[in-house]
């Protein structure tokens, strides 16, 4: 079993990263890839948010070396509240395909329409995304754990889980530890902000999907504003649902994942 140069811990022969301080033992297949190549760089400072989220997009290898030295700062806090916001303009650009014929456009009274009809899909966009993010964290979490038998590996150092906590509180450890602050440990602390970060690209395919239906969907006369039931055929009927849908799965499939 190969020793790891810098804590001395003894790994199985297949281990990309030593299990005790996370140094590097192998160069991972997707490195290759440059957006994936794993810094070595010190860290000196996180970077602003608005670079971490367009790192995300451009260099996600380097911001979530950003993110994991200092989680606190993750903006993935922003991340949801951008999204809910998006979802909002979502909200926005179906109601500007219904024509209601007894409230003129850019009219006070249809202000208030579209402000309510804002705010309804922001609030709903808010809680959507916050449990659907919860969601799919625990999934990943426990995914991943599973796949590297992060559970195990705590039994094995601090006993079963009746005394694990106990153990894990008290134990004197050194500073690379995976178990205090490491590169493999998710830490509790700004652990839901950390991961947010990942749901990243749904900013930018929200607003695809705003286009989408801007352009996509056609517009609908009603009488006025108690008629919206008779909306269901001609508008939810569209194609453009499905097209909306498929980029939603491709998105939780393929690049949230990655």
């Known amino acids: 079993m190969p020793r790891c140069p810098r804590c001395g811990n003894e790994n199985k022969s297949d281990n990309y990263v030593c299990a005790f301080c996370g140094r590097r033992l192998k160069i991972e297949r997707i490195e290759n890839f440059s957006i994936f190549k794993r810094i070595e760089e010190d860290f000196t400072s996180p970077a602003r948010w608005y670079v971490t989220i367009l790192w995300l997009f451009t260099k996600p290898n380097r911001a979530f070396w950003s993110i994991n030295h200092k989680r606190k700062d993750a903006p993935g806090l922003k991340i949801l509240l951008f999204n809910a916001l998006l979802y909002g303009l979502m909200g926005l650009a179906f109601f500007s395909h219904i024509n209601i014929t007894s409230i003129p456009p850019l009219t006070l009274g249809r202000f208030f329409i579209d402000l309510a009809a804002f ?128 980029i939603e799965a491709l998105t939780i499939a393929i690049w949230v994942p990655i």
Do not use: C
């Open 119 to 246: 705010i309804a899909f922001f609030a709903f966009g808010f809680l959507y995304y916050l449990i659907f993010t919860l969601i799919l964290i625990w999934i990943f979490s426990r995914g991943a754990n599973i796949a590297v038998d992060f559970s195990e590996r705590l039994e094995a150092r601090f006993g079963d889980k009746d005394d694990e906590t106990e153990k894990y509180s008290e134990a004197e450890m050194s500073p690379f530890s995976i178990y205090k602050g490491g590169t493999l440990h998710q830490q509790q602390a700004s652990k839901f902000n950390m991961m947010l970060t990942a749901f990243a690209p749904y900013l930018l395919i929200n607003a695809i999907e705003i286009l989408i239906i801007l352009i996509g969907i056609p517009t609908i006369n009603i009488p006025d504003i108690t008629s919206f039931e008779t909306l269901n055929a001609p508008l939810f009927a569209s194609p453009v649902w499905t097209v909306l849908h498929l």
